[in-house]
């Protein structure tokens, strides 16, 4: 029974996450793009950093201006469903 309520309580997280996910725009901030990837901006900062630097380090971003980058939901869930390891 302990098994089951474990189980239950795992699912349950696992559809607030999914919730949450859904509820972001199509078009994310560094923010909201950090949250979805469960990373820090940090992370999301060294990986664009990387990315202009030639690597294929992080999601693909849309650098809009000096001051505003943002991330398309589709690219993010595109490049990370590609690291997926069978």
Known sequence: ???ITQEIRALRDELRTLQVKQKL???MTPAQCAE???RSEEVLYLWRKERNAGAQSGPPFL???SRTILYDREDVLDWARSHRVN
């Open 25 to 27: 725009p199509e078009l």
């Open 63 to 65: 650098h809009i201006s």
């Open 36 to 38: 979805y990837l469960n």
């Open 1 to 3: 029974m302990d098994q």
